[in-house]
């Protein structure tokens, strides 16, 4: 089974920093490319970034310049480090494989931004 531990949401100031981690079993982690999604109730979820097997990265136009996205393959973990945190950036964040025609995904971290 593919398995991730999602850990490293809060409650966070505007301007504040947080980083989420996404440790994943049951893949050989360093084969795929692994996405940050955001969720907000009633609200799409949205892909916020995107690393491949090889480390090219893609972002969200809303988040580009403030997270980045990183992995460390002998962990078998995906991080998202966000900056700079805004009241909008408040949602469940959710890590994300495709492995052939399934999708995986974590249990999701929260992340509230408010003073």
């Known amino acids: 089974q593919v398995q991730f531990v999602e850990s490293g949401g809060g409650l966070v100031q505007p301007g504040g920093s947080l980083r989420l981690s996404c440790e994943a079993s049951?893949?050989?982690?360093?084969?795929?490319?692994m996405d940050w999604y955001r969720q907000v109730p009633e609200k799409q979820r949205d892909l916020v970034a995107t690393i491949s097997s090889g480390g090219s990265t893609n972002y969200a136009a809303s988040v580009k310049g403030r997270f980045t996205i990183s992995r460390d393959n002998a962990k078998n973990t995906v991080y998202l480090q966000m900056n700079s945190l805004k009241p909008e950036d408040t949602a469940v964040y959710l890590c994300?494989?495709?492995?052939?025609?399934?999708?995986?995904w974590g249990q999701g971290t929260e992340v509230t931004v408010s003073s």
């Open positions: 049951g893949i050989i982690f360093s084969s795929y490319t």
């Open positions: 994300h494989v495709e492995v052939g025609f399934r999708n995986y």
